[in-house]
């Protein structure tokens, strides 16, 4: 986990672990996780890495079924979960054919969510995944990652908020670092 107070760098950093941003000094190698010898390349990271935020942007004019459908297209999703399975882990059923512009925050926190932790990528970054989430959906999201996180490396982003981390064994405080 990556702690600190709002402002300190903490989405700054997962943006330029995903590779979304390019870092004002150094670089990030990429590195196969099957082969600690071989780079990825740069345009390629993205195969490997999903990541969720409050302000990623998504399609307001396409469904959640068509949400899942195009991300597909891109990443495959773990175990080979359908997208009737994906739309039934959402607990959204009720407004899966209407459009996401129409969702709650809560509600689109949680596809942001779903997207991320269902995508078959060794590395999930998690950027304040709490955020617009209620208890209910808090107890959720702690059951989504613990169910889909396995074998992977999950990097949370938070400002200390524990309910989105207990899975979390290291930590690491960006102020200690400035």
Known sequence: ???????????????????????????VLFRDPFSEKKNI????????????????????EFTLRESI???????????????KEIISITDLEKAKDKP?????????????????????????????????????AIGWYQELVGNHAQNRMVIVASNQQEYEYPFCNKELKVEDYK
């Open 69 to 83: 459908e195009f991300q597909a297209q891109f990443k495959p999703f773990r175990k080979g979960l359908t997208t």
């Open 100 to 136: 996401l512009k129409y969702y709650s925050s809560g509600m689109r926190q949680r596809v942001r969510l779903a997207l991320a932790v269902l995508a078959d990528t060794p590395l999930l970054l998690l950027d304040e995944p709490a955020s617009n989430l209620d208890k209910k």
């Open 1 to 27: 986990m990556i702690l600190g107070s709002n402002g300190s760098g903490k989405s700054t950093l997962l943006q330029v672990i995903a590779g979304s941003m390019i870092p004002s000094e150094g670089e």
């Open 41 to 60: 390349p740069e345009e390629d990271a993205y195969k490997y890495v999903s990541y969720a935020a409050p302000y990623l942007e998504l399609f307001d």
